[in-house]
């Protein structure tokens, strides 16, 4: 079965339109180097829970919204090794300094998963 790296990141909606850009090209160069699938989503129906929800995980400010992403791979072995070449490429070179980021990314999380079921 596949192996899955997601993501939720909170972003100002005034910095959409430069984190779509910024979304797009990471999202060439993973297929580039072999993601299967490359998805960001930006919420529609997000609304804060009573203990838990996308918005509090983030913790969504005003002007805000949260993107929810995934990209799928064979396995965590061949996400490694795209991980490895995406992690040396120049054109991303600008999205290793937070600094430069459209949106906080102390927020962000992220991480691995094996696929447990798949209809």
Same mark, same amino acid.
């Given at each position: 079965?596949?192996?899955?790296d +997601? ?11 430069a ?13 580039e180097?072999?993601a ?5 989503c930006?919420g ?14 983030v913790?969504l400010?005003?002007?805000e919204?949260?993107?929810f ?11 490694d090794k795209v ?5 040396k490429?120049?054109?991303l070179a600008?999205?290793?300094?937070p600094k430069?980021?459209p949106f906080?990314a102390?927020?962000?999380f992220?991480? +691995? ?7």
């Amino acid at each position: 079965m596949n192996y899955v790296d +997601g993501f939720v990141v909170p972003v100002p909606k005034k910095n959409l339109a430069a984190y779509r850009r910024l979304s797009q090209k990471a999202g060439k160069v993973w297929r580039e180097y072999g993601a299967l699938e490359y998805k960001e989503c930006v919420g529609d129906d997000v609304k804060p829970g009573k203990l838990t929800s996308f918005p509090q995980s983030v913790k969504l400010k005003p002007g805000e919204t949260v993107i929810f992403a995934w990209i799928i791979y064979k396995s965590r072995a061949h996400r490694d090794k795209v991980n490895a070449k995406v992690m040396k490429d120049p054109r991303l070179a600008d999205m290793m300094d937070p600094k430069s980021l459209p949106f906080d990314a102390k927020r962000m999380f992220f991480g +691995g998963f094996k696929t447990f079921v798949e209809a």
